[in-house]
């Protein structure tokens, strides 16, 4: 079965070549690569991606203009339909913006840009995304961004958690995140949404392979789907 | 018609931003300013075709976010 993936690019978007070829390394399938003016996704996708950067120069807040272009109505469809989303820093940040996941990504605490490393802890197994790992594993993951304070109310923090949905933890105070989170997934566990780039950490060049197990169980779970 | 909408962040979401506003304030040599919280006002010039109604749902969906935002509307006279 050939891996149907789509990454969405909006102006401003940098990591979707980071992406696709994290996705095309992993699956052994290039992705599709949509614009974000299009007004359809291709036919029959496994598996959507909304990439890094800074979409329409995070104009009014960031992600708040690409949640309401057109790719996005498709997207929003898609993953009520039931089909993965995947969206990396500004992907999350498009993400809550739709209100495909719930909170918001406020600016840093610290008010800095962080750019580094980070150790992660997986919080969640048993998604398609989090599969893969173990139950506490702590991994290495890169975070670059100036708005991954993740943001929402107790009772939403509350329900999260209670319903197993905080995918990754910081490990390491980064950006004032309440509870530390650094990804959410959906009710149904088809998004999921991170500040950390899992796609820069595929290959031992980059640094590390911490990422690429998020990448293969994705595909090895739709492949036997 | 002018239309001034003003987006502030809602009690209890942090505001980083006003925090090092206001320690710039404290920079400057003047003091007695207890707090500071950073917004936006964005001013739009709307045909009188445009209702109350359409107005708060631009502000809903879009000009600010209501997980963490709270907005004001004002109407300028001509």
């Known amino acids: 079965m050939t891996f149907r993936s789509a990454v969405i690019t909006f102006p401003g978007s940098n990591c979707d070549r980071d992406m696709a070829d994290a996705l095309e390394k992993v699956s052994g399938t290039g992705p599709h690569r949509v614009w974000h003016g299009d007004a359809d996704l291709p036919q029959n996708l496994d598996f959507i991606a909304l990439p890094g950067g800074f979409s329409y120069g995070d104009y009014l807040r960031s992600g708040a203009m690409a949640a309401r272009s057109p790719i996005m109505q498709s997207v929003i469809a898609a993953a009520n339909r ?13 993400l809550t913006e739709s209100g495909l996941l719930p909170g918001a990504l406020l600016r840093n605490a610290g008010m800095n840009f962080v750019c580094r490393d980070v150790a992660l802890t997986v919080e969640n197994t048993q998604s ?18 100036h708005d991954g304070n993740y943001f929402a109310d107790a009772e939403t923090l509350d329900r999260l958690e209670g319903e197993g949905r ?4 910081y490990a390491e105070e980064v950006n004032g ?7 959410v997934l959906n009710a149904a566990g088809n998004v999921l949404g991170m500040m950390p780039h899992p796609e820069r950490m595929i290959e031992a060049e980059q640094g590390g392979t911490d990422g690429r197990a998020l990448f293969e169980n994705a595909i090895k779970a739709l492949a036997s789907a | 018609m002018k239309v001034r909408v003003f987006v502030s962040l809602k009690n209890g979401v942090l505001d980083p931003q006003g925090r090092a506003i206001h320690h710039a304030i404290e920079g400057l040599g003047i003091h007695g300013v207890n707090d500071v919280r950073a917004g936006k006002m964005i001013e739009l010039d709307v045909d009188d ?15 600010a976010n209501m997980v963490i935002e709270n907005y004001r509307i004002e109407r300028l006279a001509a």
Not at chain 1, 128 to 145: C, E, K, N, R, S
Not at chain 1, 177 to 183: F, N
Not at chain 2, 50 to 55: K, P
């Open chain 1, 177 to 183: 995140s309440a509870r530390q989170i650094a990804g």
């Open chain 1, 82 to 94: 039931g089909v993965p989303v995947l969206g990396v820093c500004n992907g999350f940040q498009v």
């Open chain 1, 166 to 169: 905080v995918a990754f933890r």
């Open chain 2, 49 to 63: 075709t445009v209702t109350d109604e359409q107005l708060e749902t631009m502000c809903r969906q879009l000009l």
């Open chain 1, 128 to 145: 398609l995304f989090t599969g893969g790992y173990d139950a506490g594993q702590t991994i290495l993951i890169p975070v670059a961004h």
